[in-house]
T-cell receptor, first 112, second 115 residues
Framework: KQEVTQIPAALSVPEGENLVLNCSFT??????LQWFRQDPGKGLTSLLL?????REQTSGRLNASLDKSSGRSTLYIAASQPGDSATYLC???????????FGAGTRLFVKA | GAGVSQSPSNKVTEKGKDVELRCDPI?????LYWYRQSLGQGLEFLIY????????KSGLPSDRFSAERTGGSVSTLTIQRTQQEDSAVYLC?????????????FGPGTRLTVL
């Protein structure tokens, strides 16, 4: 049974700092992995999707990596800004499956 | 429309009543997902549609929950005989599932409160 864990559960950093959010999963047979952000009271916004055959994806100040063999993904945020404050969620879909399994999220607060 | 829409945005109902939640996916998206997010909890997968068929209903918590999708577009999630533990935000997402590019686009959700 696929399980997704995110560490840390919460993080507070000063503006401008680079930071790394961690996601681990128990079953390496994944179809893809996605990172989302969720703002309070809002739906989810997709940040990056990494296909099973890929190692990383980049968008602006965000970089996500995937290591299937170790069951890990990281989301790197460069030069953090107060507007980055949100909950960041990692999700995987298993190979041949449809069910999306989400981690519990990392709540990020960037202080001005 | 430009994004995924859901209606109603808020629904308050009494225990034992039936409710219907609606999701309008992005035009052309073949895949549609329903999730539930309870207060302080993570997202819980409910059901997945590919076109009008639901190959994975494994997340539906009980037989009081059902969902359908018509015309490969609009989907309705129905909860019969609602219970207080059904109170949550119900989120819908759609995607163009092809070749691993299964980026899911989420709607704003329906907040259901069962009194």
């Amino acid at each position: 049974k696929q399980e997704v864990t995110q560490i840390p559960a919460a993080l507070s950093v000063p503006e401008g700092e680079n930071l790394v959010l961690n996601c681990s999963f128990t079953d390496s047979a994944i179809y893809n992995l996605q990172w989302f952000r969720q703002d309070p009271g809002k739906g989810l916004t997709s940040l990056l999707l990494i296909q099973s055959s890929q190692r990383e994806q980049t968008s602006g100040r965000l970089n996500a990596s995937l290591d299937k063999s170790s069951g890990r993904s990281t989301l790197y945020i460069a030069a953090s800004q107060p507007g980055d404050s949100a909950t960041y969620l990692c999700a995987v879909i298993n190979t041949g499956g449809f069910k999306t399994i989400f981690g519990a999220g990392t709540r990020l607060f960037v202080k001005a | 429309g430009a994004g995924v829409s859901q209606s109603p945005s808020n629904k308050v109902t009494e225990k034992g009543k039936d409710v219907e939640l609606r999701c309008d996916p992005i035009s052309g998206h073949t895949a549609l997902y329903w999730y539930r997010q309870s207060l302080g909890q993570g997202l819980e997968f409910l059901i997945y549609f590919q076109g009008n068929s639901a190959p994975d209903k494994s997340g539906l918590p009980s037989d009081r929950f059902s969902a359908e999708r018509t015309g490969g577009s609009v989907s309705t999630l129905t909860i019969q005989r609602t219970q207080q533990e059904d109170s949550a935000v119900y989120l819908c997402a759609s995607s163009w599932r092809m070749g691993g590019t299964d980026t899911q686009y989420f709607g704003p959700g329906t907040r259901l409160t069962v009194l």
